[in-house]
């Protein structure tokens, strides 16, 4: 089965750092587009930071460059994992923070349709909270 399970949410302070952990299985890990997402209270889903696997390509969202890093690990005896490096952390941030992984990059049709589905992915995580208070 696949299993995307992120981990390393909780409450920090303005100003302070965070680094999530996206742990993967059941998937060919290398070609594959991993996106974090997160939706804060009573907003949508806004796409925070993307990475190829097969190349190192990367996407930040404006909110967040500078500030987070999107990073993996993998290899044959380890568990193949997304990080998320979030640095500087301030209280719109505050959010729940998704995993999702897809073969494709995503980008143009989130820009296109101006939401994101839980369906456009292939794999989604469950999600973990971030709260910066």
């Known amino acids: 089965d696949v299993q995307l399970v992120e981990s390393g949410g909780g409450l920090v302070r303005p100003g302070g750092s965070l680094r999530l952990s996206c742990a993967t299985s059941g998937f060919t890990f290398s070609y594959y587009w991993m996106y974090w997402v997160r939706q804060a209270p009573g907003k949508g889903r806004e796409r925070v930071a993307t990475?190829?696997?097969?190349?190192?390509?990367?996407?930040?969202?404006t909110s967040v460059k500078g500030r987070f890093q999107i990073s993996s690990i993998s290899g044959d005896n380890r568990e193949n994992t997304v990080y998320l490096q979030m640095n500087s952390l301030k209280p719109e941030d505050t959010a729940m923070y998704y995993c999702?992984?897809?073969?494709?990059?995503?980008?143009?049709?989130?820009?296109?349709?101006?939401?994101?589905?839980?369906?456009?992915?292939?794999?989604w995580g469950q999600g973990t909270q971030v709260t910066v208070s």
């Open positions: 999702a992984a897809d073969g494709r990059e995503l980008g143009g049709l989130i820009r296109t349709l101006g939401v994101i589905k839980e369906h456009y992915f292939e794999f």
């Open positions: 990475l190829y696997t097969g190349g190192g390509s990367t996407y930040y969202a």
